[in-house]
């Protein structure tokens, strides 16, 4: 990848939507990946109420925020404990460099959907 070539936006989702193809989160059932981009002048303010809408969440769903360096950790764990249910260490280490060279303070937002249940919270 040629990294003096500044990319837009719209290619750098773009580009995050293939590199996430197939990657899947797993807890207690496999989840996968999404690219939400939300257009903000405020990076720092980015309303999370309005994430939740975004994607679809019912607004009392329990969320995560965690950055890139702590979601990478997680996710190249050794492979007999790895959270990433398809095995895939290359196609995550390729994001992994993709992220670092085009994204200033990322945050990865894990939803507990599973939790929330006709307005109750359960395990």
């Known amino acids: 990848m040629d990294t003096g070539h500044f990319l837009s936006s719209e290619e ?3 580009r995050l939507q293939e590199l996430t193809t197939g990657l899947y989160y797993q807890s207690e ?16 303010a980015f309303p999370e109420k309005e994430l ?4 679809g969440h019912a607004t009392e769903t329990p969320m995560e925020v965690t950055d890139a360096a702590s979601f990478f950790r997680k996710v190249t764990k050794p492979a007999n404990v790895t959270p990433v249910a398809n095995k895939a260490p290359e196609q995550i280490a390729t994001l992994k460099v993709f992220c670092e060279q085009h994204l200033q303070n990322m945050k990865v937002y894990h939803f507990y959907s599973h939790l929330f249940k006709n307005n109750n919270l359960s395990r």
């Open 12 to 14: 750098i989702v773009v």
């Open 29 to 44: 059932s496999d989840y996968p990946l999404e690219v939400v981009h939300y257009k903000t002048v405020l990076p720092d």
């Open 52 to 55: 939740v809408a975004l994607t």
